[in-house]
C-alpha cells in the first residue's frame, strides 16, 4: 500500500494565477481533508471530502475550492493566488472505525507564489 | 470551539534521556492524534487513541479522557527522534475537523 500520494512535491506560480494539487487517499479509505500549513504555523484545516461531497469547511474564501472523484481521489483548486497562499499543502485520508477516525497524512504540496 | 494547548514549546534533550511531551485540550473527544513532522518534511500520524495506552517502538502515548490530558513519551531518545510533535483533536462534538496544537519542537543531542 503506497499510503496517502500527492502530486505534484513543489509548485511556483505567479500571483493571480491558478493551481490544482492532487491527492490519492490510502487504499480503503474514502475520507479526504485538505490542511494549509503557512511556514512556522501549525496546520489549519480547509475542508473535506466524503462521498464526493463536501461534507465541512474550515474559514477560508471561495477561491479555495476542491473536488472528489469516485475512486476517492481528490483535488484542491486555488484561483487568483495571493503571495499569503504560499504554503506546505496537505492531504489526509481517513475512514471511520470504532470511536474517531484514524488520519493518515501525505507528505505535502509546497506551493510558492511569487 | 476546541483549543489545544501543547508542553512544553521547545525542548532539548541528551540521547539515551526519556522525554515527555503534554497536550491538554478544552472540549472532550473521541479521539486524540499525535504526530510527528521533521524540518520541511510532510506529517506521519504517529497514534490515534481514545482510551488508556498505546505503544510503538519507543513511543508511548497515554490518553486521559476525564482530565482532557494526554501525553507522548520517548524511551532513550535518538538523534533521529528530532523533530516537531504535534497533538491534534477534533473541533468539536462530531466535527470532521481536526485542531493542531503550536506543536512541540525536539532537539536530541548526541
Known amino acids: 500500500d503506497a499510503g496517502v500520494t500527492q502530486s505534484p512535491t513543489h509548485l511556483i506560480k505567479t500571483r493571480g494565477q491558478q493551481v490544482t494539487l492532487r491527492c490519492s487517499p490510502k487504499?480503503?479509505?474514502?475520507?479526504v481533508s485538505w490542511y494549509q500549513q503557512a511556514l512556522g504555523q501549525g496546520p489549519q484545516f480547509i475542508f473535506q471530502?466524503?462521498?464526493?461531497?463536501?461534507?465541512q469547511r474550515g474559514n477560508f474564501p471561495d477561491r479555495f475550492s476542491g473536488h472528489q472523484f469516485p475512486n476517492y481521489s481528490s483535488e484542491l483548486n486555488v484561483n487568483a493566488l495571493l503571495l499569503g497562499d504560499s504554503a506546505l499543502y496537505l492531504c489526509?485520508?481517513?475512514?471511520?472505525?470504532?470511536?474517531?477516525?484514524?488520519?493518515?497524512f501525505g507528505p505535502g504540496t509546497r506551493l510558492t507564489v511569487t | 470551539k476546541n483549543e489545544v494547548e501543547q508542553s512544553p514549546q521547545n525542548l532539548t534533550a541528551q540521547e539515551g534521556e526519556f522525554i515527555t511531551i503534554n497536550c491538554s485540550y478544552s472540549v472532550g473527544i473521541s479521539a486524540l492524534h499525535w504526530l510527528q513532522q521533521h524540518p520541511g518534511g510532510g506529517i506521519v500520524s504517529l497514534f490515534m487513541l481514545s482510551s488508556g495506552k498505546k505503544k510503538h517502538g519507543r513511543l508511548i502515548a497515554t490518553i486521559n479522557i476525564q482530565e482532557k490530558h494526554s501525553s507522548l513519551h520517548i524511551t532513550a531518545s535518538h538523534p533521529r527522534d528530532s523533530a516537531v510533535y504535534i497533538c491534534?483533536?477534533?473541533?468539536?462534538?462530531?466535527?470532521?475537523?481536526?485542531?493542531f496544537g503550536k506543536g512541540t519542537k525536539l532537539s536530541v543531542i548526541p
Open positions: 471530502y466524503y462521498e464526493e461531497e463536501e461534507r
Open positions: 487504499s480503503g479509505h474514502d475520507t
Open positions: 491534534a483533536v477534533p473541533s468539536g462534538a462530531g466535527s470532521y475537523q481536526l485542531t
Open positions: 489526509a485520508s481517513s475512514h471511520v472505525i470504532d470511536r474517531g477516525y484514524e488520519q493518515y
